[in-house]
């Protein structure tokens, strides 16, 4: 089977950012000018309530109030937006997702590489372009107009290296010494000190977008990982003990007993939500793909906990595949979209379904896009800019910023940018999350916002 290759600079950063995510853990060496990654320093801990625990790892976790009686008072509050990150790990090739299949210089860049034009689905909003064959859940998607294109989004200046163009992305500015995400800048400015599971890292680490400086957000690894457990008890004592905590939490006329019993109250409430992510799993209304990769299971366990009225407002998850393709491009890159838009047209059909569609919308990017020339190994080096998508309902489903051809690339043979990601998070913010982009992103007024919310 043919595989592509990781440079070393991808390998070391995902070492980095690993060992950087085990908040307290340490980092190793960093050359002189790399960014420190986001949300490095962040305590950490997994946080246990009084007497269950919850697998689930805390951030800020110093910054954390009352955790039961603040998870129970968001999800009893009005339903709010909630924006979904999914990162494409390595700079996805722009000319593979969406290729200029009849352009003869785009064939002659890539004579080994180059995609013809009945492989893939035309792209409707430019006669120019073609949906990679992987892509057609999107493409399907698109054609219902739940699908906003950036065919070319980046930044003035590009850095194509790994490291620092994705932290760029996950500060939400061109800073290498910003050390916050601009999701968790967002949350400390509209979230809360009594709810961890307002910034949700579906992950075994925190994802850097994430880190907060006020506010606590958390990590898990798996949904069905998010569950109640008391020491030395199971079976049926176990559910005897639970069904317990309901006529516990009636009110009592004395304050004292009726403080106890909001506690008792709150903690049934808590695991009447968690129900669905126990045990033998959770039901979903629509089929995923299957297979040994979690994505999807994420997505299915993500769009339950949404169901189940847990107060998230932020998500992020890294999304399946190995898109540092510097060699044997084809297949890897085939394989990694191929299950990725699969699974996230599982998770939108999954959201209609259980009638939350107009309450989520999701985010795809990726660190940059390859450059435009094929390399001597069947693969792409790096480039600058990339693809990037926004789905849902309320997405507008429009092309934002056009494809720039393959005719005028910039000095290093790369795409050239027609959106900025800086600009995009502005408009996600003013328009999807109702915070002032200014408060957020630093320079906020010199970006142009496209309009992405309908």
């Given at each position: 089977?043919?595989?592509?290759?990781?440079?070393?600079?991808?390998?070391?950063?995902?070492?980095?950012?690993?060992?950087?995510?085990?908040?307290?853990?340490?980092?190793?060496?960093?050359?002189?000018?790399?960014p420190?990654?986001?949300?490095?320093?962040?305590?950490?801990?997994?946080?246990?309530?009084?007497?269950?625990?919850?697998?689930?790892?805390?951030?800020?976790?110093?910054?954390?109030?009352?955790?039961?009686?603040?998870?129970?008072?968001?999800?009893?509050?009005?339903?709010?937006?909630?924006?979904?990150?999914?990162?494409?790990?390595?700079?996805?090739?722009?000319?593979?997702?969406?290729?200029?299949?009849?352009?003869?210089?785009?064939?002659?860049?890539?004579?080994?590489?180059?995609?013809?034009?009945?492989?893939?689905?035309?792209?409707?909003?430019?006669?120019?372009?073609?949906?990679?064959?992987?892509?057609?859940?999107?493409?399907?998607?698109?054609?219902?107009?739940?699908?906003?294109v950036?065919?070319?989004?980046?930044?003035?200046?590009?850095?194509?290296?790994?490291?620092?163009?994705?932290?760029?992305?996950?500060?939400?500015?061109?800073?290498?010494?910003?050390?916050?995400?601009?999701?968790?800048?967002?949350?400390?400015?509209?979230?809360?000190?009594?709810?961890?599971?307002?910034?949700?890292?579906?992950?075994?680490?925190?994802?850097?977008?994430?880190?907060?400086?006020?506010?606590?957000v958390?990590?898990?690894?798996?949904?069905?990982?998010y569950?109640?457990?008391?020491?030395?008890?199971?079976?049926?004592?176990e559910?005897?003990?639970?069904?317990?905590?309901?006529?516990?939490?009636?009110?009592?006329?004395?304050?004292?007993l009726?403080?106890?019993?909001?506690?008792?109250?709150?903690?049934?409430?808590?695991?009447?939500?968690l129900?669905?992510?126990?045990?033998?799993?959770?039901?979903?209304?629509?089929?995923?793909?299957?297979?040994?990769?979690?994505?999807?299971?994420?997505?299915?366990?993500l769009?339950?906990?949404?169901?189940?009225?847990?107060?998230?407002?932020?998500?992020?998850?890294?999304?399946?595949g190995?898109?540092?393709?510097?060699?044997?491009?084809?297949?890897?890159?085939?394989?990694g979209?191929?299950?990725?838009?699969?699974?996230?047209?599982?998770?939108?059909?999954?959201?209609?379904?259980?009638?939350?569609?107009?309450?989520?919308?999701?985010?795809?990017?990726?660190?940059?896009?390859?450059?435009?020339?094929?390399?001597?190994?069947?693969?792409?080096?790096?480039?600058?800019?990339?693809?990037a998508?926004?789905?849902?309902?309320?997405?507008?489903?429009?092309?934002?910023?056009?494809?720039?051809?393959?005719?005028?690339?910039?000095?290093?043979?790369?795409?050239?940018?027609?959106?900025?990601?800086?600009?995009?998070?502005?408009?996600?913010?003013?328009?999807?999350?109702?915070?002032?982009?200014?408060?957020?992103?630093?320079?906020?007024?010199?970006?142009?916002?496209?309009?992405?919310?309908?």
């Amino acid at each position: 089977m043919s595989r592509c290759h990781h440079c070393d600079e991808f390998s070391r950063a995902a070492f980095v950012r690993r060992t950087a995510a085990e908040a307290g853990r340490g980092l190793p060496a960093i050359e002189p000018g790399m960014p420190l990654p986001a949300g490095t320093g962040l305590d950490r801990r997994a946080f246990v309530t009084r007497s269950f625990g919850l697998a689930l790892a805390v951030y800020g976790v110093g910054k954390l109030n009352l955790f039961e009686e603040g998870i129970a008072r968001a999800a009893s509050g009005p339903a709010q937006p909630v924006l979904v990150s999914v990162f494409l790990p390595g700079g996805t090739d722009a000319l593979s997702v969406l290729y200029p299949a009849l352009d003869g210089r785009y064939r002659q860049l890539r004579p080994s590489l180059a995609l013809d034009a009945k492989d893939g689905t035309p792209f409707a909003e430019d006669n120019r372009l073609y949906w990679h064959p992987s892509l057609q859940p999107f493409a399907t998607l698109h054609g219902e107009g739940k699908v906003s294109v950036m065919p070319a989004v980046g930044y003035t200046h590009p850095d194509q290296s790994h490291f620092t163009s994705r932290h760029f992305w996950e500060v939400g500015a061109t800073q290498a010494q910003l050390v916050t995400g601009w999701m968790g800048r967002y949350l400390d400015h509209a979230g809360t000190r009594d709810n961890p599971l307002q910034g949700l890292s579906l992950d075994y680490q925190l994802q850097p977008s994430l880190a907060s400086g006020k506010v606590p957000v958390a990590s898990l690894a798996s949904p069905d990982d998010y569950t109640f457990w008391a020491p030395g008890v199971w079976g049926d004592v176990e559910e005897r003990m639970l069904e317990a905590l309901q006529p516990l939490g009636a009110r009592r006329s004395d304050p004292f007993l009726n403080q106890a019993a909001q506690a008792s109250a709150q903690a049934d409430r808590l695991r009447r939500q968690l129900a669905p992510f126990t045990g033998n799993g959770y039901g979903t209304p629509v089929p995923y793909p299957d297979g040994d990769d979690g994505f999807p299971k994420q997505l299915a366990g993500l769009a339950a906990m949404l169901a189940a009225n847990l107060p998230l407002r932020c998500v992020a998850i890294t999304a399946p595949g190995e898109y540092d393709t510097h060699s044997d491009q084809p297949k890897a890159l085939a394989d990694g979209l191929d299950l990725t838009a699969r699974s996230l047209l599982a998770f939108q059909r999954d959201l209609e379904a259980r009638g939350l569609a107009d309450r989520v919308l999701t985010l795809v990017w990726s660190e940059f896009g390859r450059r435009a020339e094929e390399n001597g190994s069947d693969g792409t080096d790096h480039g600058a800019a990339g693809t990037a998508f926004l789905i849902g309902t309320r997405a507008r489903g429009q092309m934002v910023g056009e494809f720039p051809g393959v005719t005028n690339l910039d000095e290093d043979g790369n795409l050239r940018a027609t959106s900025d990601f800086r600009g995009v998070y502005c408009s996600l913010l003013e328009q999807w999350l109702g915070e002032d982009a200014a408060a957020v992103i630093p320079g906020a007024s010199s970006f142009q916002r496209p309009v992405l919310v309908k």
